[in-house]
């Protein structure tokens, strides 16, 4: 600066420089000279850097600067402005969330924890156990009171009339009394295994209430109405086919037609419904009909017609 030591105040005393000093600065404005500019002793001097231009008044800058920005948002926005709507809905669901929290109850303690939980031993293999048990007491009575004994071993030059596949193959050989034996036999179970039962999940893709019974509002009506016309159209079918011969038709379509019309399904969910409980009911119904109303050669008999084969 221009307050700098210069070569002409080499010999100058302190007290000469000090007043040199306080002449320059009051002659560039500046209140103050630099520190140590009038301090006495005799330290070496130190040689002064060339001569710079005089550096801008401070208080001229200083009136310059630009307001805050938090001052001229403040002065900007104007007074009672109303809070956004969005701000406004979501500190309200944040009010709802924190009163709902501090409405919540309790967590549980341990002892009642573990009266809620079902475990494996003992409660669901008790159940299990007692139900064995149960169905091997049913099984020992009816088999006193039928008295049915054993027939003579197997004998392939013999075979006996009726022959019945086992039970839960009597669905398909009833199928086979009325429709033809590929159709019976291999494409309508090849198309309820591999077909509609995979495809159920594909079709019915909304997870919402998954792994309930009766999960729509209208699940529970449609599935007593399709067990009732199941019932009845099925053996309506199998007696009109055995007295006049013609092959019991697919019912399946007129069921969804009915479904449609009468309870105006909501979704592909009760569509679902109404064709797994008529695939369920089929199974029972033609399953029943097999095992107690096929007599000789296969016919149509009531379950005590003397026809009926008997075991001596």
Same mark, same amino acid.
């Given at each position: /600066? ?14 000469? #420089? !000090? @007043? ?52 001229? @948002? ?15 809905? @979501?500190?309200?669901?944040? =009010? ?7 409405? =919540?109850?309790?967590?549980?303690? !341990? ?34 009171? /039928? ?9 392939? +030059? ?10 839960? *193959? ?33 079709? +019915? =893709? ?11 509002? #209208? ?12 019932? %009845?159209?099925? %053996?309506?079918?199998?007696? *009109? ?30 569509? /679902? *419904? ?23 050669? /296969? %016919? ?11 075991? +001596?």
């Amino acid at each position: /600066m221009a307050l700098d030591r210069t070569p002409d105040m080499e010999g100058l005393s302190p007290s000469e #420089r !000090a @007043a040199v000093y306080k002449q320059r600065a009051a002659a560039a404005g500046i209140g103050q000279p630099p520190s140590g500019a009038g301090g006495g002793g005799g330290g070496a001097a130190r040689p002064a850097p060339a001569a710079q231009p005089a550096a801008a008044p401070a208080a001229p800058v200083a009136a310059a600067a630009p307001p805050a920005p938090a001052a001229t @948002a403040v002065a900007e926005r104007p007074a009672g402005a109303a809070v956004p709507a969005k701000v406004a809905a @979501a500190a309200a669901a944040r =009010r709802e969330q924190v009163a709902a929290v501090a409405k =919540r109850e309790p967590a549980p303690s !341990a002892a009642e924890q573990s009266e809620r939980l079902v475990y494996v031993w003992p409660h669901l293999v008790t159940i299990e156990f007692l139900a064995a048990v149960l169905i091997l007491l049913s099984l020992v009575v009816v088999a006193i009171i /039928m008295q049915s004994p054993l027939e003579a071993h197997a004998n392939p +030059d013999r075979t006996p009339n009726p022959s019945k596949a086992p039970w839960y *193959f009597l669905n398909l050989q009833e199928l086979l009394l009325h429709m033809h034996p590929s159709l019976a036999g291999v494409l309508i179970p090849a198309g309820v295994v591999f077909g509609a039962i995979p495809l159920i999940p594909y079709f +019915d =893709r909304n997870t919402a209430d998954v792994g309930r019974w009766f999960g729509t509002p #209208r699940a529970k009506a449609i599935c007593i109405f399709t067990s009732v016309y199941s019932t %009845i159209v099925l %053996i309506a079918l199998i007696l *009109f086919d055995e007295y006049i011969g013609v092959k019991p038709l697919m019912h399946n379509l007129v069921l969804l037609v009915l479904i449609r019309v009468i309870y105006r399904p909501q979704g592909t969910r009760d569509y /679902m *419904f109404a064709l797994f409980t008529g695939f369920v009911v089929a199974y029972v119904v033609l399953t029943i009909v097999g095992s107690f109303f096929r007599g000789e050669q /296969m %016919i149509l008999m009531w379950p005590w017609d003397p026809r009926q084969a008997r075991l +001596d």
